[in-house]
């Protein structure tokens, strides 16, 4: 039976247990948000609109107390968690003001040349979605799909992670304190093997998943067996690329920063750091310096970069990859070891001379631990960035126009960012190829991700 259980990382502590749903709530869920559907999805866009942004308000003022609920259940910074908070804001409002525009009729043709008078397409919402979603951004990973799935017109039915039960009834209880009619947006505490029972109910029209490979492929299979929509995003390994041209102090900074962002356990955080022979020297001397520098502790502590991991097993995951690492030849530069104490710390890792044979080279290692890989010339480092079966995000460092641009055309991924770190803003669709998932969210793709694109055609 799953344990539905704040359970503090920094401690090792029990802090909270929650019972799982019966069978029969959940079917009462079901009902109530199939009977909400019904209405909502014609309650007019300007007070969905006015609910979204109530929503944002509520998340700005009580970003402190939502962020310290965070913290205790997954580890993540109290400064980190607050950004997350405000982060889940702005989304909110962003969504409200683009709404309108995002979900307008769309004339792909001119009417004549489809033998009409008038032709275009309509996005009309499918329906309860049921949205599977992980503990590492607790807020965030619901909120991008929340935010424009409410305001299509969709309910949500959220299945949270097992280890971060006091956020995700917040968000149902952020929603209704709004103003969205009750059964707009419920959380479902139940377990994993609960899922497959919700999802072929006939009242569920699809489904997203953000989380590992393993679960996406069992979402997958349901949801294909069913004939309903799916959006995936799973795992990654990003490339972070560096060429001479590079500036190599910024493009070192950022490397640590993105891979220690939330304790090291980001999907898009860049994990493998394919690096010119021509700058190597100077990159990991920066770059290995500046991971050294980066303080592990309380997340609660204003002064801390880097709280624990999520779990004791997560830990010694870690652990595992970088011994398995070190016995086939690879070098820890720095860390590599767990520190004393309580709690599910590890240490900012990196990790030189990783091959094929490691499990490190294919695996995704989901702490702060960095593989390090010496290549020479653009081809090279295309080849190795693409050498793994994930495709979510890359990074390309270069000041070369050329060199950039092929960078941008043959790094298979769902998103190449050029000279900055990998993020996710409202504006821009998000999502990956390969075994990273597919279908997106954000932006208009994401808004149109569960909508039925209507073709309507007048004669």
Not at 32 to 59: C, E, H, K, V
Request: include cysteine; charge should be negative.
């Amino acid at each position: 039976m799953t344990t539905i259980a704040t359970t503090n990382p920094a401690t090792g502590e029990v802090e909270k247990t929650f019972d799982a749903l019966t069978g029969e709530e959940v079917d009462r869920r079901i009902a109530r948000a199939a009977q909400t559907f019904a209405s909502y999805r014609t309650t007019p866009l300007d007070r969905r609109a006015g609910w979204m942004n109530a929503a944002a308000d509520i998340l700005d003022r009580e970003a402190e107390q939502i962020a310290a609920t965070m913290t205790t259940e997954m580890g993540k910074t109290l400064k980190a968690a607050e950004a997350e908070a405000r982060k889940c804001a702005k989304a909110c409002r962003y969504y409200a003001e683009h709404a309108a525009e995002l979900l307008a009729d769309r004339r792909p043709a001119d009417p004549r040349d489809v033998d009409a008078r008038d032709a275009y397409v309509r996005y009309e919402p499918l329906g309860p979605v049921l949205a599977v979603m992980p503990w590492n951004f607790p807020l965030w990973q619901v909120i991008r799909f929340a935010a424009p799935g409410l305001m299509a017109g969709n309910v949500g039915l959220l299945k949270h992670a097992s280890n971060v039960p006091q956020t995700a009834l917040f968000l149902e209880d952020l929603f209704r304190r709004a103003g969205f009619p009750e059964g707009a947006f419920q959380t479902l505490l139940i377990g994993s093997s609960q899922v497959e029972r919700v999802l072929r109910d006939p009242r569920v029209k699809a489904a997203t998943l953000t989380g590992s490979e393993p679960a996406g492929r069992s979402v997958a299979s349901i949801a294909g067996s069913e004939v309903k929509t799916t959006v995936l995003e799973l795992g990654g390994s990003d490339p972070f690329v560096v060429m001479p041209s590079a500036d190599i102090e910024a493009a070192a900074w950022t490397a640590a920063e993105s891979r220690c962002l939330n304790n090291g356990q980001s999907c898009i955080s860049a994990k493998r750091f394919i690096v010119d022979i021509g700058c190597a020297d100077e990159f990991e001397r920066r770059f290995v310096a500046n991971m050294r520098a980066k303080k592990v502790g309380d997340p609660l502590d204003e002064a801390t970069d880097i709280g624990p991991l999520v779990s004791e097993r997560a830990r010694a995951e870690t652990e595992e990859l970088v011994a398995d690492a070190v016995s086939k030849g690879a070098e820890v530069l720095c860390g590599g070891e767990r520190p004393d104490g309580p709690g599910w710390f590890y240490p900012p890792t990196v990790v030189s001379g990783v091959t094929p044979e490691m499990r490190m080279y294919q695996e995704e290692v989901f702490a702060p631990v960095a593989s390090l890989f010496r290549v020479r010339g653009v081809s090279e480092a295309v080849e190795v960035a693409n050498a793994t079966g994930f495709g979510l995000g890359s990074n390309a460092w270069t000041r070369d126009d050329d060199e950039r641009e092929r960078f941008v055309r043959e790094l298979d991924a769902g998103q190449v960012f050029v000279n900055g770190m990998t993020t996710s803003y409202p504006e821009l669709p998000f999502g990956g190829t390969k075994r990273s998932g597919y279908g997106r969210e954000l932006s208009a793709e994401g808004m149109h991700s569960f909508c039925n694109a209507k073709t309507v055609w007048v004669g």
